[in-house]
């Protein structure tokens, strides 16, 4: 599968922001697909992972409650809604991909587990 993010841009801390991610191919519904991001002289880290059907998501504790991971398969999109943006979350956002029957958070959380990767996009929130 290939995969290309796109959205982002600058905000204001306090606003919104989303971003979106599209799959070729016809197997994006079998996919697991997870949201990860990387700060300039920092670790990619997990924000949001969603199961293939959409029935398990887990965020990061840092965006709970403010992000929001959704799927539509019929159009092989990913997205990541993101609102109450702080200057912490700015990052280079990337989209993966993964083939998992495991709903297991330590799985869906792991980078390393996503063997596809969409090229991120940047997220600047100022201050």
């Known amino acids: 599968v290939q995969l290309q993010a796109s959205g982002g841009g600058l905000a204001q801390a306090g606003g919104s922001l989303s971003v979106s991610c599209v799959a070729s191919g016809r197997a994006f519904s079998t996919y697991v697909m997870g949201w990860f991001r990387q700060a300039p002289g920092k670790e990619r880290e997990f924000v949001a992972a969603i199961t293939s059907s959409g029935v398990i998501i887990y965020y990061a504790d840092s965006v709970k409650g403010r992000f929001t991971i959704s799927r539509d398969n019929a159009k092989n999109t990913l997205y990541l809604q993101m609102n109450s943006l702080k200057p912490e979350d700015t990052a280079v956002y990337y989209c993966?991909?993964?083939?998992?029957?495991?709903?297991?958070?330590?799985?869906?959380?792991?980078?390393?587990?996503?063997?596809?990767w969409g090229q991120g996009t940047l997220v600047t929130v100022s201050s």
């Open positions: 993966a991909a993964a083939r998992y029957g495991s709903g297991i958070y330590s799985t869906l959380s792991n980078r390393y587990n996503y063997p596809y």
